[in-house]
């Protein structure tokens, strides 16, 4: 295998695929035929992911017509360009690195997993339809379902300052962003869900109406179905991190933002926070149970993760409550959703697309809202990871709490080292977010010192506990858990 095998699609046996439009310039569906075989292949054929970005040649058309007086035309053509570019960059040196390293030689791993779902893969050759990077149309269709949250530009500004786009400073708070949308989605669909986007059975009606309204969540503005929108997210920065707008976020910080908009908001979906690796469950089942995303926020090491956690990030990405990782590589925040051997599957925030623009009667289209979705699944090896990390899990229902607990004890039971334990209580009011020397607890090493990329200020040494201080509605009794957990 050559560099350009590992950054480039194989499509000797892949399908050849012809784009159609509408009148209105919708992507649609279209059937294509695999050459050698005449079998048809259904492929949706949209404005999202790689395919939007590295266009040359549209590039250099875009260059004719572009005066003083159409400056977002320039502005958007320069966001291209700085996107196509930086991932010709990411792929190239991801690609240099992993030859060095020898893993461009090796077969790759056939087993793969996407938060919680297990696929297995065959040699292309023996499959039908296969795709970008040599995954199967089963594979791509899943992944192309996360909802990817990228930089912006051209939005409202994030007042009390001029910013109009977070590009360079917010690649931290997107990350988070695609983070929590995979709850939300884990949230009203479940793992395994589909819909007819132009459908007009009940059920894809009612599929493409929750859809909608959970990317709505993640507009550029501040509008009230713009829960948790980067001006909402910057703006409470300064509140609670002392950030003030465009300071980069990190992980910890992060975390507390969108706990704490959830909770402003009286969202339908509970947040819960800890950053000493101890989920509290009293704490969580104050009263009756509420749908629950748990974001653990950890250090797995120093400069680079330590190999003794490996192990665990892959296995947290096959935990059916699994809603992904917000971590990235050394001042290059990613989103992690699965796992291909010793290699991540991401979801890069580091592309500038310009904000989805308000629709006068609140409805649109599939085309509109293409720039949330990324059908190129790409990877990063473990031992290139900041260790400075936010895991999520999503927890619908007690009984799903109770498993995440029985799994995650499983683990730890079999040796592994694993992040975070599970106390009965309540968080203890005095507890420090960072220990003042080493110590384990229930698998987890707790480490003395967060360096700048994991902290969001010195002074502050990451999150505060706060685990809390989230109040939550409905009760379980003192029996119920002892029974129970």
Known sequence: ???????????????????????????????????????????????????????????????????TENAPDLAMFRNQVVSTLREWYVLASDSIVSLLEGRSLQDPAKDLWLLGKHYELVDQADDQGWGAAGYSPEVLSDFSRLIWCTYRSQYPPITPSAFTSDAGWGCMLRAGQTLLAQALQLHHFGRDWSFNWDGALGEDVRRRELYTDVVKQFFDDYSNSSTFSIHRMASLGKQFEGKDIGEWFGPYGTATIIRELARQADHELSVYTTTDGVVYLADICEHDFKPTLILVASMLGIDRVNPVYYPFIQASLTLPQSAGVAGGRPSSALYFAGFQGDELLYLDPHFTRPAVARSSDDRYTQSDLASYSCNVPRRIALNRLDPCMVFGYYCGTLESLIDLRSRIELLADDGMRTIMSFDNGHAPTTALSVPSSPQSQGGNTLLTKLPPSCSDSEESGGLKSGSGEIVLEGECSEEEWVTDL
């Open 1 to 67: 295998m050559t560099v350009t095998d590992d950054i480039m699609p194989n499509t000797s046996n892949a399908s050849v695929a012809t784009t159609s439009s509408n009148e209105n310039n919708t992507p649609v569906s279209i059937v294509s035929a695999k050459e050698g075989t005449g079998t048809p292949q259904v492929m949706d054929i949209g404005e999202s992911g790689f395919s939007q970005l590295v266009r040359p040649q549209n590039l250099g058309e875009r260059l004719v017509g572009i005066t």
